[in-house]
Every structure is written in C-alpha cells, then in structure tokens.
C-alpha cells in the first residue's frame, strides 16, 4: 500500500516566525490538499493543489505541488496564536470510482506568544 | 446552512454495547463518509457513501456498519463496542464524488470512550 510520511511531528516555534512542514509519499497522486484542525473540532481544508509544480497561497499560508506529484510542503510566514492545531496533508487519489482522501499524520503545531 | 452535523459529542460505552453515531446534512451532498481518528495515526476512512442506497467500505470497516437511506443522513453502528474503537469520529461530505476538484467538509466529531 502507499507509504505517507508528514513532518516534523510536532513543532514549537516563536510568535512571528515562519514554518515549514511536509509530505512525501511512495505513490503519485493528482491532487494535494492541506487541512487545518483545530483542538476539539473537525478539520478544516486550507489549500487544495491539482497541478504538478503548483504554488499557491491562501493569506500566510503557501502549498507546493511537488513536481514528482509524490510530495507537497506547507509554508505559513509571520506564525500567529490563532495558528496553533494540527495541520494534515491529505493527498487524493481515485478509488472505486470515487476520489478517497489518505491523510498524514498531522504535524502538531504550538506558538509561543 | 448548519453544514455536517454529529451526534452525539462524547459518548461512553462499556464492551459489548451497541449505539449509533449519527452525522447529517443540509448541503445536498452525494458524498458522505465516516473517518476515525486515533493520537499519532492522523484520520483513516471507516465507510463511505457515493449516494443514497450505496455503501462501501474504507481502510478500517471491521466492527462498523453504515446505511444510506437518504442523502441527508449517513449513521454509523457499532454492532458490540470494544475497546480498540475508543477514538474520535468524524463524519464529512461533499457534493459528488467523481469531482477532482470537491472540498469535504467535516463535522464536529463525537468522541467515544469503550471502556
């Protein structure tokens, strides 16, 4: 089956500073979708991918489609308190006749003020 | 709209109880599906739904049932809870399953305790 593999785990960072995490799989995939949960809710979509290569951004957050169409990163500039959750690559493929989400790990992310 | 709903918000069985988790929504939907989430495993897909009367099953369906008798409502089943299903569930839909570009939008999550 595909291997998903996201990180850091978990990471602390200062009030302002930028964050970077990742995933990387051993199976291609068409789309890439980064979600966003906060603590004792359900996750929400922050960026959604289709095209190998693409950049796109949503405010301070920027997600690249690797070229490989094996991995995605998620960039968030200038971290802010309401940024603290978990943040989850979800990479797409079709299954069954339908599009079925895999979703990483998650990446646990705490701001200092 | 009140989007995906989930019912209850926490739940405590003792092994070998059934209940019903209920999940619904007013979106009009095609797609509905049910995904547990355990610490450190991120979320994994139990049983879905590509429309009213079909089912299937996703990564983990054992000890799970679902039925889809109409479009807004997508109930998950627990036939006799055991411990290994205390998690966190979550239901979500989106409007049709055959659309590459297709946000799902999840519920709140009703978190469920086997003791």
């Known amino acids: 089956g595909q291997q998903l593999n996201q990180s850091p785990q978990s990471m602390f960072i200062q009030e302002g500073e930028d964050v970077s995490m990742n995933c990387t799989s051993s199976?291609?995939?068409?789309?890439w979708l980064w979600y966003k949960q906060d603590p004792g809710e359900g996750p929400v979509l922050l960026i959604a991918?289709?095209?190998?290569?693409e950049l796109t951004s949503n405010g301070r957050l920027t997600a690249q489609f690797g070229i490989t169409r094996k991995d995605s990163f998620l960039n968030i500039s200038a971290s802010i308190p309401s940024d603290v959750g978990i943040y989850f690559c979800?990479?797409?493929?079709?299954?069954?006749?339908?599009?079925?989400?895999?979703f990483g790990k998650g990446t646990k992310l705490s701001v200092i003020p | 709209n009140a989007g995906v709903t989930q019912t209850p918000k926490f739940q405590v069985l003792k092994t070998g109880q059934s209940m019903t988790l209920q999940c619904a929504q007013d979106m009009n939907h095609e797609y509905m599906s049910w995904y547990r989430q355990d610490p450190g495993m991120g979320l994994r897909l139990i049983h879905y739904?590509?429309?009213?009367?079909?089912?299937d099953q996703g990564e983990v369906p054992n000890g799970y049932n679902v039925s889809r008798s109409t479009t807004e409502d997508f109930p998950l089943r627990l036939l006799s809870a055991a411990p290994s299903q205390t998690s966190v569930y979550f239901c979500?839909?989106?409007?049709?399953?055959?659309?590459?570009?297709?946000?799902?939008?999840f519920g709140p999550g009703t978190r469920l305790t086997v003791t």
């Open positions: 739904s590509v429309g009213a009367g079909i089912t």
């Open positions: 979500a839909s989106s409007y049709s399953p055959g659309l590459a570009m297709n946000e799902q939008y």
């Open positions: 979800a990479p797409r493929s079709r299954w069954a006749g339908s599009y079925q989400l895999t």
């Open positions: 991918l289709y095209k190998a290569g």
């Open positions: 199976s291609i995939f068409n789309t």
